[in-house]
């Protein structure tokens, strides 16, 4: 695991100098502490490359250093990420003549590049971000991993390409602009996170997961290379099920318990990661190592049911409860995202990876068993709400016709509130529907906090569009669109944005069995009788490993991985946020009506409105602003990072 940056560029725009990349390569030292390369090839015509590298070891600690080549220097690559199955592809290989002078997972990559072009892809399993630079050819290639696990951002402008596995990296290269993308704010409010491929910048991408880019002679070409038939099989049987997901789950566990370093894994006490470390126990010579943290809050602690996992299986377990210093870790977490990001479990995944760094340098996770077997109790729920759209369109008009705007407003939680936000999302198709559903920001607020200039620049129907062609593919089942909606969207875009940033910041590397992508194909073709069913927590998964389950977790519903926000901006935080969110030269003030904010701020306080999530989203978008222009080994941030 590490972190990779990398710059090309023609005959018509300018190289840059070796402290310049120096710079870009060592702002993603965090990612990889043990040890970094560089590889430059200049040229008389004034073009050249540099590839840059910052090693986190895992595989082959002596051997498998980077930028790394084939046998005569034509092929280069650097590398993010862990291929699982490179000692199975390196037999084949070495019978087709290529010699290999490492042990590394790097090494097998450049001889599949060698040996299959850019369908090489096609043998890997495992998390990546690849770029591959072919100077024969003067290509690059540059891949992500198939579920999005690893970042990969670039820019491009006329002959010149710049990558990097964060945004702070490629922001430190010279003449990339800065203009801060309209759209991207109002997509932040909408989802939480800006989803891929854009970012908060105009001209600065992210590469889609499970897609190619290909550079070469000044022209980008972008493709998808990997696309499951996402529609389940609606003759699958319970018992072939079951078979082929404790074969497949099984296989990929093993496969992510290779290292040469020490490994454990994260324990929640939910289903997933309990089925994980108990699989991890099968193969295991020795008690794994586990590691949860608690908060002293009611409601928001897991650890006494990891702790009760942990006593089932027999690991070594590690517990910390802590009390977080917000003020300081929001400023941490700012830097470290590069751009706006709301989701606040990235306290607590903050907190857990630097606890289990302490110990470990691999930690193996539950990420993904959610979204491919129905662990949301959304996903039901949708599912019922399906049934309303097969009705004849006369009854579902009397149901959801102008008398529901007559229900008066009242407090977020009382019974006419609730029935008519259902009733007015029940007018919308499904994909706008779950767009409505599943963000913190629905038009009507949106509308409300924004201030005219800026409301007139937006429009404010284009954030949804991603959300919504999810929904592309038909699905007779409304349950399954929606979780198919979330395993391209929610997935990615958040859940493992949040564990890769937060891991990579303490030089953690996270493995997630779920999304091996032959789980992923096996667990696609599941009907939803199957994955959903009536008082069943997950029944495809408890059924399958009851074994590894202590009874009491079988049925627990699911707590998520949350911090106490409601409490925090009543309480501890409630000068804070009103102070920096106020104040008269707030950065945010340029976009959203002060106004609005201060009454969104008294809401809460008078407990009218639970708006703990948006203040924490319009806070953390405060302070990326603040101080978004002080990308740079100077920064007043970086000073209170630790790497």
């Avoid at 590691?291 to 006593?311: H, K, L, M, N």
């Avoid at 592309?472 to 493992?496: F, H, N, T």
């Avoid at 940033?501 to 789980?519: K, N, Y």
């Avoid at 002060?594 to 203040?615: M, N, T, V, Y």
Wanted: net charge neutral.
């Amino acid at each position: 695991m590490c972190g990779v940056t990398g710059y090309v560029w023609g005959t018509n725009s300018p190289s840059i100098g070796s402290a310049e990349f120096d710079r870009m390569t060592d702002l993603l030292q965090h990612r990889g502490p043990d040890g970094r390369g560089v590889h430059r090839i200049q040229r008389t015509d004034g073009s050249g490359v540099l590839l840059g590298h910052r090693r986190l070891s895992i595989i082959d600690l002596a051997g498998g250093k980077q930028p790394l080549s084939n046998e005569d220097g034509t092929i280069w690559i650097t590398f993010n990420g862990e291929i699982y199955n490179y000692r199975e592809l390196r037999p084949a290989l070495e019978s087709a003549g290529h010699r290999f002078r490492t042990n590394s997972d790097t090494e097998t990559i450049v001889h599949l590049y060698e040996q299959y072009g850019e369908d090489f892809v096609h043998h890997l399993r495992g998390m990546f971000a690849i770029a591959i630079w072919d100077e024969n050819l003067r290509k690059l290639t540059l891949v992500r991993d198939r579920m999005g696990q690893k970042p990969l951002v670039y820019y491009a402008h006329e002959d010149r390409l710049v990558f990097a596995s964060e945004l702070k990296s490629i922001l430190a290269a010279k003449k990339v602009p800065r203009h801060i993308r309209l759209d991207g704010i109002d997509e932040y409010l909408l989802y939480g996170y800006i989803p891929h491929p854009g970012t908060i910048y105009e001209g600065i991408h992210k590469l889609p997961p499970a897609h190619m880019a290909v550079f070469q002679k000044g022209r980008l070409q972008v493709r998808r290379y990997w696309n499951p038939e996402l529609q389940p099989e609606l003759g699958l049987q319970s018992k072939e099920v079951m078979e082929k997901l404790d074969a497949v789950i099984d296989e990929a566990v093993r496969l992510r318990m290779r290292s040469d370093v020490p490994l454990g894994a994260f324990l929640s006490g939910g289903i997933d990661s309990t089925v994980i470390v108990g699989i991890m126990q099968r193969h295991a010579s020795t008690p794994t190592k586990t590691y949860t943290i608690g908060f002293p809050v009611g409601g928001y602690d897991e650890s006494p049911f990891a702790r009760e996992a942990a006593d089932y299986l027999g690991t070594e377990h590690h517990q910390l409860e802590v009390q977080p210093n917000s003020l300081e870790l929001i400023e941490k977490l700012v830097w470290h995202f590069d751009e706006p990001f709301a989701d606040s479990s990235a306290i607590p995944t903050y907190y857990v990876s630097q606890m289990t760094r302490e110990h470990v340098k691999v930690a193996l996770t539950g990420d993904g068993g959610d979204e491919l077997f129905c662990g949301y109790p959304r996903y039901r729920t949708v599912s019922q709400l399906g049934k309303f759209d097969r009705l004849p369109n006369a009854l579902r008009g009397i149901l959801t016709g102008p008398w529901v705007d007559w229900i008066p407003d009242g407090p977020q939680k009382s019974l006419r509130q609730r029935l008519r936000h259902r009733l007015r999302i029940l007018r919308q198709p499904l994909a706008k529907r779950y767009v409505s559903w599943m963000t913190g920001f629905p038009l009507a607020r949106r509308q409300q906090l924004y201030n005219q200039d800026f409301l007139a620049s937006v429009d404010l129907n284009d954030a949804g569009r991603f959300l919504e062609s999810t929904f592309a593919v038909p699905q007779k089942e409304a349950g399954i669109g929606a979780m198919r909606a979330d395993l391209v969207s929610y997935l990615p875009c958040d859940l493992l944005a949040k564990v890769d940033i937060t891991s990579m910041a303490h030089g953690l590397e996270c493995r997630s069995p779920f999304l091996d992508h032959r789980v992923v194909e096996a667990a696609l073709r599941i009907p939803f009788s199957l994955l959903s069913r009536s008082g069943q927590i997950k029944p495809c998964l408890t059924r399958t490993f009851q074994r590894l389950l202590p009874e009491n977790l079988k049925h627990r519903p699911k707590m998520g991985f949350s911090v106490p926000l409601d409490r925090w901006f009543r309480n501890d935080l409630q000068s804070f946020a009103t102070e920096t969110l106020l104040a008269s030269d707030a950065f945010c003030h340029s976009y959203f009506s002060p106004r609005a904010i201060e009454r969104l701020l008294s809401e809460h306080q008078s407990e009218r409105w639970a708006h703990g999530d948006r203040i924490w989203s319009l806070l953390f978008f405060e302070l990326w602003g603040k101080n978004s222009t002080s990308i740079s080994h100077n920064s007043p941030l970086l000073s209170n990072i630790e790497h």
